[in-house]
């Protein structure tokens, strides 16, 4: 009852931290699977998935004990996304129905086009990597997309769609289009990599902004290391910060986050770290002064690139942002 909320436009309450699954190439699904029954009964209600996880079947068996334990459905929160070679027309709505049955429910809560670029890249690749058939975004052929999660809101199989990995010109096309509007946008945040502009304009617009990577992404494959990355939880004013309040580095920016407006998902399979994440959560213990320290520590540092999503004649990974 003390997890705070943030409420869409919808008027969809969705819990204002989540546990994100993707295990990286570290964790097997059964290590995820046991996280997420560990971070339930902690007092996470919202999880977060994708299909390209690869674990949403051993999630969903967790999700289903939960469930019979006593959790009722309406508490939980559960998202998935759209892989990016399930984009055609005649995939999204088979593809939603896999991840539905792994994942052992009726419906979701929260449905995602994981990235606009219907591009493939094997699991584990390098960043070198090109899918000879990747193409930039097309937004006529994305919003026949959008279009098949609009008919599975219809059916009512997902309560909220919404998008992810997107930028100020992609989402400023699809608000002009769809006939329902996304509910939230996944992006990377945390206090090294604040887009501020594409955070005004998503709350500006009414959608709720979901932050990934909250603790700057330690665990991330190392395809997506490179030399020039921060590190935010060493960061000397966070861990100033930590101090001063008694609390751990990655508290403190899942704290700035929740506080600033954003709903951040870590991951963790261990125990004391997501019940750290989460109690920070809960118990806001940052002061305004704090909050401002943190926003002038803003490095404009992406570390989730999206390299192997690149097409043919693109000239870097800016491109897949509009830079």
């Known amino acids: 009852m003390s997890v705070p909320y943030k409420t869409l436009y919808t008027g969809a309450k969705m819990p204002a931290i989540g546990l994100g699954t993707f295990g990286s190439d570290k964790y097997t699904g059964a290590q995820v699977a046991e996280a997420v029954l560990g971070a339930i009964e902690v007092g996470y209600r919202h999880i977060d998935c994708a299909s390209v996880y690869g674990n949403e079947e051993f999630v969903g068996a967790s999700l289903e004990e939960a469930i019979r334990n006593g959790i009722p459905r309406e508490e939980l929160w559960v998202t998935s996304k759209l892989w990016n070679n399930h984009h055609d027309e005649k995939d999204v709505i088979p593809a939603f129905e896999k991840s539905l049955s792994d994942l052992r429910l009726d419906y979701l809560d929260l449905y995602l086009v994981h990235w606009p670029f219907p591009n493939y890249h094997a699991p584990k690749v390098d960043v070198t990597s090109r899918d000879p058939h990747a193409k930039p975004y097309i937004h006529e052929n994305f919003m026949k997309t959008w279009r098949q999660l609009e008919v599975l809101?219809?059916?009512?199989?997902?309560?909220?769609?919404?998008?992810?990995?997107?930028?100020?010109?992609?989402?400023?096309?699809?608000?002009?289009?769809?006939?329902?509007?996304?509910?939230?946008?996944?992006?990377?945040?945390?206090?090294?990599?604040?887009?501020p502009k594409l955070f005004d304009f998503v709350v500006e617009n009414g959608i709720v902004p979901i932050g990934y990577s909250p603790l700057g992404s330690p665990s991330r494959p190392e395809r997506d290391r490179t030399p020039e990355d921060t590190v935010d939880v060493?960061?000397?004013?966070?861990?100033?910060?930590?101090?001063?309040?008694?609390?751990?580095?990655?508290?403190?920016?899942?704290?700035?986050?929740?506080?600033?407006?954003?709903?951040?998902?870590?991951?963790?399979?261990?125990?004391?770290?997501?019940?750290?994440?989460?109690?920070?959560?809960?118990?806001?213990?940052?002061?305004?002064?704090?909050?401002?320290?943190?926003?002038?520590?803003?490095?404009?540092?992406?570390?989730?690139?999206?390299?192997?999503?690149?097409?043919?004649?693109?000239?870097?990974?800016?491109?897949?942002?509009?830079?």
């Not at 213990?285 to 909050?291: A, F, G, K, V, Y």
């Open 153 to 195: 809101v219809d059916r009512g199989l997902v309560r909220q769609i919404g998008t992810s990995n997107m930028t100020i010109p992609k989402l400023t096309q699809v608000l002009r289009d769809a006939a329902i509007k996304p509910a939230a946008n996944e992006m990377e945040l945390h206090p090294h990599f604040q887009q």
């Open 234 to 323: 060493e960061d000397p004013v966070i861990r100033e910060i930590a101090e001063k309040h008694g609390l751990t580095p990655a508290a403190v920016c899942i704290a700035w986050a929740v506080q600033r407006g954003q709903v951040p998902i870590p991951f963790s399979v261990k125990r004391h770290q997501y019940e750290d994440s989460f109690n920070a959560a809960v118990s806001m213990p940052l002061t305004s002064e704090d909050m401002l320290a943190i926003a002038r520590i803003d490095k404009n540092c992406r570390l989730i690139k999206g390299q192997v999503f690149l097409w043919e004649g693109a000239a870097g990974w800016e491109s897949l942002w509009d830079e």
